[in-house]
């Protein structure tokens, strides 16, 4: 019972963009052609992943799963860096992004798969691939706003974080105060959604699967599942990207080194 | 005998030096800006590293786990930082029994422990600063020009406190100033830094 979309029908919603640019060119409000190229990466970039998906459906096998995962985890890894205020070293930075989203989403997904879902086989894409996708765009987020949050804010405050070494404080206690606001701002959105959820918004999963004809119902459950997930692997990945961050930012005398973090 | 003992000691521009500090007294050290003095304390409190050996009571620093050496070696500095609201918050009554009684005798009255910490003058920090290190009960106190943002009134009564103090507790103190009036005050005995070296003065 789901509506076929035709490229007509897609051409029809392109002109609404199309006179969105064309507005902003009348009135000189100077956005038209960034409106422009994003319309265009968004379709040539979901053309591409549909065509993907495609051939995945049509040949079920776990190794081009676990490339096209690969993928996904390193370039999620790559923007959770991008998107720091202070840039790290990078092959570090690297290293800890991707620990963490290897920890976070890789895993709760593979728990999802294997204990929950039971999809035949258990690696089948149509689960895989959308639930690790989903995974991997909010934890993403969460570890990227607590990395960020923690190198800034103890950047700015290491002349408090050394005088609490200066009297006696371990590496820890330095930074606990520091640590707990991080790990509040990385979980605070993923939080805020759950509360939302049903009343202010109709999540986007859960919206699509009923656009495709799913009893409403079935749909629900289908996203409260995915919000427990995401809360889960948003949590684990803040917490160990925080651990590591702490560990690497102090050396074995605990002395504080910023040396050994950014670039 | 000697409770700090310093040898071959080199970190930065400074060094090789090897001194001793002894129990119940105030080594003075002063020198130009950029001679390396702040550093210096730094790294014997190991808040930088560095090379040589650095001994409290025979005991070679990288023994101790370094929170515990910081306590025992403890660092203070002109501008200190606080990281709680109030006052009250840094200390630990429970730990320290006498604690209100060290209050009075720096010029505190009772209320202290409720007040804003943004609110405190220079003076009032650096003396509850000065308290706050001496929770820990070091045995020896690294003192980076600890009165620069203090009058003359403040100024005498930081310096009679850690004089009573290091005496009391049988501790040791390095007291780095520009003020050679103030070194001559408080210290038995005192170095000026030149090239990296101490002399004598």
């Known amino acids: 019972m789901l509506i076929t979309l035709t490229s007509f029908d897609l051409s029809l919603a392109s002109i609404l963009v199309l006179l969105l640019a064309l507005l902003s060119w009348r009135m000189h409000l100077g956005i038209s052609q960034q409106i422009l190229i994003a319309a265009v990466r968004t379709t040539v970039q979901l053309l591409l992943i549909g065509l993907v998906l495609k051939s ?142 049903g009343l202010v918004s109709l999540p986007g999963m859960m919206t699509g699967q009923i656009l495709a004809g799913a009893a409403p119902v079935e749909a629900v459950k289908y ?35 910023f040396d050994q973090l950014l670039k | 005998m000697n409770l700090f003992s310093v040898k071959e000691f080199q970190y930065h521009n400074i060094g090789p030096v090897s001194f001793d500090v002894k129990a119940g007294e105030i080594m003075g050290l002063s020198g130009p800006s950029g001679s390396g003095k702040s550093l210096l304390l730094r790294a014997l409190a190991d808040m930088d590293e560095s090379s040589g050996s650095v001994m409290l009571d025979d005991i070679e620093k990288n023994q101790l786990p370094a929170p515990q050496w910081r306590q025992k070696v403890s660092l203070l500095s002109a501008d200190s930082q606080w990281w709680f609201d109030t006052v009250g918050e840094h200390f630990d009554l429970q730990k320290n029994k006498s604690l209100m009684a060290e209050f009075e005798a720096l010029g505190f009255p009772a209320e202290v422990l409720g007040w ?66 103030q ?14 070296q101490f002399e004598k003065c």
């Not at chain 1, 039971?118 to 570890?143: F, K, S």
């Not at chain 1, 599942?225 to 889960?232: D, G, K, P, S, V």
């Not at chain 2, 070194?183 to 990296?196: F, T």
């Open chain 1, 56 to 197: 995945l459906f049509a040949n079920v096998q776990i190794s081009w799963i676990m490339l096209i995962a690969t993928v996904m985890i390193s370039v999620a890894g790559w923007e959770i860096l991008s998107r720091q205020k202070r840039q790290l070293k990078p092959a570090y930075g690297l290293t800890i992004s991707i620990t963490s989203l290897f920890v976070s989403s890789f895993m709760v997904t593979l728990l999802a798969l294997l204990v929950i879902i039971r999809a035949d086989p258990w690696y089948h894409p149509q689960y895989a691939i959308p639930l690790l996708g989903m995974l991997l765009g909010n934890t993403m987020t969460g570890i990227a706003l607590g990395m960020d949050r923690l190198v800034q804010t103890s950047w700015q405050q290491r002349a408090i974080i050394e005088q609490r070494l200066m009297l006696g404080q371990s590496s820890v206690q330095a930074i606990e105060d520091i640590r707990r606001e991080s790990m509040r701002a990385g979980m605070i959105p993923i939080i805020n959604s759950m509360a939302a959820a």
């Open chain 1, 223 to 257: 996203q409260i599942l995915i919000m427990f997930l995401i809360t889960a692997g948003t949590g684990f990945g803040v917490v160990s990207v925080l651990w590591l961050l702490s560990k690497r930012l102090f050396d074995e005398r605990e002395r504080l080194r």
């Open chain 2, 116 to 181: 804003t910490v943004s609110r405190l003058s220079s003076g009032e920090k650096q003396r509850l600063s000065l308290l706050r290190s001496l929770q820990n009960q070091p045995e020896v106190l690294l003192l980076d020009e600890p009165t620069a943002n203090l009058d003359a009134e403040n100024t005498r009564l930081f310096e009679d406190y850690v004089k009573h103090y290091i005496h009391k507790a049988s501790a040791g103190a390095i007291w780095v100033s520009h003020d050679r009036e």
């Open chain 2, 183 to 196: 070194l001559k005050r408080v210290c038995h005995i005192q170095y000026c830094i030149n090239h990296g």
